[in-house]
């Protein structure tokens, strides 16, 4: 079993930066690939970025490509989401996921466990 809990949201003027962290319990977190996904209002849950178990793959949506660093930090159990140069349309709630697949994993699908979501807003 693994909970899931994200941190780092908030209100950010377009052209800024945002770190997202997402805090993994479990013992067995190292072992699960980790993936972050948003919604937009009004719109379905995407996948925004992907990070293999050890860390050693990563997956990035067109949308955020350049723009976006996910990285992992074992010993901690976290997960971390570097976006630059946030646009508008960034707004949405982001959530954090694990998937015992191990590899990266852009399909939502088959992402085990889920974050609450943390909302980020850009204002323009």
């Known amino acids: 079993q693994v909970q899931l809990v994200e941190s780092g949201g908030g209100l950010v003027q377009a052209g800024g930066s945002l770190r997202l962290s997402c805090a993994a319990s479990g013992r067995t977190f190292r072992s699960y690939a980790m993936g972050w996904f948003r919604r937009a209002p009004g719109k379905e849950r995407e996948f925004v970025a992907a990070i293999s178990w050890d860390g050693g793959g990563t997956s990035y949506a067109d949308a955020v490509k350049g723009r976006i660093t996910i990285s992992r930090g074992n010993a901690k159990n976290t997960v971390y989401r570097q976006i630059n140069s946030l646009k508008p349309q960034d707004t949405a709630v982001y959530y954090c996921?694990?998937?015992?697949?191990?590899?990266?994993?852009?399909?939502?699908?088959?992402?085990?466990?889920w974050g609450p979501g943390t909302q980020v807003t850009v204002s323009s």
């Open positions: 996921a694990a998937s015992a697949a191990r590899r990266v994993v852009v399909t939502e699908a088959l992402y085990q466990y």
